[in-house]
């Protein structure tokens, strides 16, 4: 608006070759839409201006604890921007889309592989919505066996979006706590299950970046009062062709393929959250799902009485699916398997680098992902991982998450991801490591950081509850 000037353009039209016609009156604006009037120089300056302002996968390490933001290959999306799958029409008969068709087959077929599950719906369009019809299915199962249950187990170092998903598909959320290694406790959580459990929703790794060691206990224990248990699979990184939540006795698993098979996430970007399911929950699946002709050719497949219904607009999120599939294949399965050791290895050698400034939070070996604490950093100096992270963006890096989980006290949560070479490692670990040793010579500076952006540090509180939707 800044740089409107009346009657600029960044196009021109082509001469008006047809006879002009009047918009019907109950169509026409009464005043025209206040736009910008730029041209095309200013406006790729402009924008290209603001994205450099940013930090994002493309410009460098990402390591956010529990969202694996990892750069993705380039290939997938030249792929999901082939004109044969952009331009498809989801209204076009089966037999014009069979490519399509085939490659959500194919993707389903690969997903339910890597999980260890029967069937899957590509439907859900992230992995919160991925929540929701997990537990839509789960709800299902209950009430067909004439037994609905009012309640779902969720460990206390679980996700926000867990707890809400439950709430928001009628459930009451029931914490169990984690013990001293930051694992479930199993006690409790055999305690505290009873008839009226409909299922736990486990992440594992968990938020913690820790394995369950005892998660046949965990599982038999919810099987046995007739719940289900649910894969909270956001981030499979670290399992990768290594386990898979089927054989560990997992009922429903989410997966975000916008996380772990490609497709670059964050600002509410369109992701996809397939849910794979046993043979024995497949029924309740949304449709339509996918299936193959004895003569090799696909067809959708409409639901029987007992599926829940849909939960996205045709397929879901197509393109997000396109890339997926096309990361599934240029991994194969030991490139599938190496991206697992990879990212253990990375957030292996990265906590080691920094521990001395930044211990683990918990005793326990790490998997893709691990939570220090800047709490003796606090101890000493006052200075909080808060304001750690606000220095590693001067230092050039994005910080790590902070603040979660919520049951560890200043929580640094940090995902390199398998993407990353050992000289990004290395850098960021010193990044760290010289914050630490700024916070004792000169807290000031961390308390004022970041000094070198654009915009300096911002009141989040604020900002989170006086919302400025306009500009
Ligand atoms: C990211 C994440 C989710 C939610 O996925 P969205 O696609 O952001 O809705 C759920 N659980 C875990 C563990 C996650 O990391």
């Given amino acids: 608006m800044d740089l409107s000037r009346p009657g600029r353009r960044a196009f021109s039209l082509p001469r008006l070759d047809v006879p002009p016609v009047e918009l019907p009156g109950e169509l026409a604006r009464r005043t025209p839409p206040v736009l910008p009037e730029v041209a095309e120089r200013e406006i790729v300056s402009h924008y290209t201006r603001l994205s450099q302002r940013n930090y994002g996968v493309d410009t460098g390490v990402y390591p956010l604890g529990s969202c694996s933001m990892k750069y993705n290959p380039k290939v997938a999306e030249v792929a999901a921007a082939l004109p044969g799958f952009r331009r498809l029409h989801p209204l076009q008969p089966d037999h014009t889309v069979q490519g399509a068709l085939e490659l959500l087959w194919r993707l389903e077929r690969a997903l339910c592989e890597i999980t260890g599950m029967e069937r899957a719906t590509l439907q859900p369009p992230a992995g919160a919505c991925g929540e929701l019809t997990g537990l839509l ?23 926000g979006t867990n707890p809400a998903s439950v709430r928001l598909a009628g459930y009451e959320a029931l914490h169990i706590p984690s013990d001293a290694r930051g694992l479930v406790d199993v006690s409790a959580l055999e305690k505290l299950l009873d008839q009226d459990v409909a299922g736990l929703m486990l992440t594992n ?23 289900l248990v649910y894969y909270d699979g956001a981030n499979l990184n670290a399992i990768l062709g290594r386990c898979r939540p089927g054989d560990m006795g997992f009922d429903i698993v989410h997966i975000n393929t916008h996380k772990t098979f490609a497709t670059p996430h964050g600002g509410g970007g369109p992701g996809a959250g397939p849910v794979a399911v046993t043979k024995e929950l497949a029924r309740y699946l949304p449709r339509p799902l996918v299936e193959r002709n004895e003569d090799g050719t696909f067809r959708l497949e409409a639901g029987g009485p007992d599926s829940i219904g849909r939960m996205h607009g045709f397929f879901g999120n197509f393109g997000i699916l396109v890339r997926a599939y096309v990361y599934v294949l240029l991994h194969g399965r030991d490139g599938l398997k190496e991206v697992a050791e990879r990212s253990v290895l990375n957030a292996n050698y990265l906590a080691e680098l920094i521990k001395g400034a930044f211990p683990l939070a918990m005793p326990g070996r790490p998997m893709h992902e691990f939570v220090a604490t800047a709490k003796p950093l606090k101890d000493d100096t006052g200075i909080r991982a808060l304001d750690v992270a606000k220095r590693m963006i001067d230092l050039g890096y994005h910080p790590s998450t902070v603040y979660f989980p919520l049951i560890v006290e200043e929580a640094m949560m940090v995902e390199p991801t398998e993407t990353e070479t050992k000289e990004t490692l290395d850098g960021l670990g010193r990044a760290f490591l010289q914050a630490a040793e700024e916070a004792r010579r000169d807290p000031e500076l961390l308390h004022a950081a970041p000094v070198t952006t654009p915009v300096r540090r911002l009141d989040e509180a604020r900002a989170a509850r006086q919302l400025k939707l306009r500009w």
């Fill in 137 to 159: 299915l789960m709800r299902a199962h209950h009430t067909r066996q004439g037994n609905p249950r009012r309640r779902v187990a969720i460990p206390d170092s679980a996700h």
């Fill in 205 to 227: 790794p968990n938020t913690l970046g820790l394995f369950e060691e005892e998660i046949e206990k965990i599982a038999a224990a919810v099987h046995g009062v007739g719940g």
